[in-house]
């Protein structure tokens, strides 16, 4: 299906272990965008991407990984969770020009 | 950087009233200006944006913005509102083609719009 795609919705992890969060878009979108909503705080960027093999950190990039080997991929790692790190993680996209992005559905992620 | 402020973190308000959210953006620049809604357990989802022309901005679901330079502000208003708004919604800013090579986006913290019948 065209789209934004984020797996897995769900998630629940062990603090220290390593969890991978995966998006993929369908649109050849040049620029992807790791998003975190916490309550009280709205989104805050934690990385972005202008292209394959270009990234660089936004406001919140502490603990977290990311790469993007293929266009259409931008996985979100970290590295050894906390439980700070409970939140609701957003993947989005937006083509040249930036008309607005397109958002997925979303991952909670609970660190136990 | 660009900041947003939403000036309400919840608005209540009864079936079939109208309603305003408020959203104030800070830049000496011109900007691009969106709204978005996020239902529960959903992504946030585009209602409207503004990057030029006309002031007044239409979208989905009977939204409408208007963008106002000299006071920095593009408050959303729906004439009459229907419980299926109750939502949250998202003002955003970018600084596309601004001197921005990414245009990224600077969210508000959201408006909690609950509708009551």
């Known amino acids: 299906d065209a789209g934004i795609t984020q797996s897995p919705r769900y998630k629940i992890t062990e603090t220290g272990r390593q969890v991978t969060l995966m998006c993929h878009q369908t649109?050849?979108?040049?620029?992807m965008f790791w998003y975190r909503q916490d309550l009280g705080h709205g989104l805050r960027l934690i990385y972005y991407?202008?292209?394959?093999?270009?990234?660089d950190k936004g406001e919140v990039p502490d603990g977290y990984v990311v790469s993007r080997s293929k266009t259409e991929n931008f996985p979100l790692t970290l590295e050894s969770a906390t439980r700070s790190q409970t939140s609701v993680y957003f993947c989005?996209?937006?083509?040249?020009?930036?008309?607005?992005?397109?958002f997925g559905s979303g991952t909670r992620l609970t660190v136990v | 950087a660009q900041s947003v402020t939403q000036l309400d973190s919840q608005v209540p308000v009864f079936e079939e009233a109208p309603v305003e959210l408020r959203c104030n953006y800070s830049?000496?620049?011109?900007?691009?200006l969106f709204w978005y809604v996020q239902y529960p357990n959903q992504g946030l989802q585009l209602l409207l944006k503004?990057?030029?022309?006309s002031t007044l901005v239409k979208g989905i679901n009977g939204f409408e913005a208007e963008f106002n330079k000299s006071q920095t502000s593009f408050h959303l208003r729906k004439p009459s509102v229907h419980i299926s708004d109750t939502a949250e919604y998202f003002c955003?800013?970018?600084?596309w083609g601004r001197g921005s090579t990414l245009g990224r986006l600077y969210f508000g913290r959201g408006t909690q719009l609950t509708v009551w019948p």
């Open positions: 955003a800013v970018s600084d």
């Open positions: 830049s000496s620049v011109s900007v691009y």
């Open positions: 503004y990057l030029s022309g």
């Open positions: 649109w050849s979108h040049s620029y």
């Open positions: 991407s202008a292209a394959a093999d270009i990234t």
């Open positions: 989005a996209s937006s083509g040249q020009g930036n008309y607005g992005y397109t």
